[in-house]
């Protein structure tokens, strides 16, 4: 069965208190709390590894065909920084800081809910008027499902930013139907 359809077929068997205690049959109602929490936990997780990993992934695509020879195989933030030099438009302000927060989520959850630095710098993130701070070996917890919705929404509009940037639209890299 697609991943997709997994979680949605575990969210209806986790959220209905019936189906949950058939299923794992909990001692206590705490056990039945903590089964929900930790599914809550890896649908978010997937969440972010699936978007994150299709996010990275088309802006290195795009990358390849602006600029051939390109580092499109270095790390997220040359490649990003890279990419965003071929325009000549900057970024709304969200775009950029919504792209920032989801690869810091998902550096916390390739660490068990903990932020590390190769540097072993904490930073604060300043996204929709509220800061996210990444504290370097702590633990962080505002990836809620809300916030995601809210980056995910900011990222879809950036790269709508770049498919109607005069560069993309130059070197067809989004062919129109019927060319």
Do not use: W
């Not at 001692?27 to 649908?43: C, G, K, L």
């Not at 997220?76 to 927060?101: H, M, V, W, Y």
């Amino acid at each position: 069965m697609p991943f997709n359809l997994s979680l949605l077929l575990g969210e209806q068997k986790v959220s209905d208190p019936f189906r949950l205690m058939e299923m794992i049959k909990p001692e206590t109602p705490r056990d039945a709390n903590f089964v929900v929490s930790a599914y809550e936990i890896f649908i978010r997780n997937g969440y972010i590894y699936s978007f994150s990993g299709i996010v990275d992934g088309t802006l290195r695509a795009f990358l390849r065909v602006l600029k051939p020879n390109s580092g499109a195989t270095a790390e997220f933030s040359r490649t990003k920084a890279e990419f965003l030099g071929c325009f000549k438009t900057p970024l709304q302000k969200n775009q950029d800081e919504a792209i920032n927060l989801l690869f810091a989520i998902r550096n916390c959850v390739h660490n068990n809910g903990i932020y590390f630095s190769r540097d072993l710098a904490s930073k604060e993130i300043q996204y929709r008027n509220q800061s996210y701070k990444f504290e370097h070996g702590k633990v962080h917890s505002n990836a809620s499902l809300a916030v995601l919705y809210k980056i995910t929404s900011d990222i879809l509009n950036f790269f709508e930013h770049v498919v109607c940037q005069k560069e993309s639209l130059e070197i067809a890299l989004f062919p129109s139907e019927g060319r």
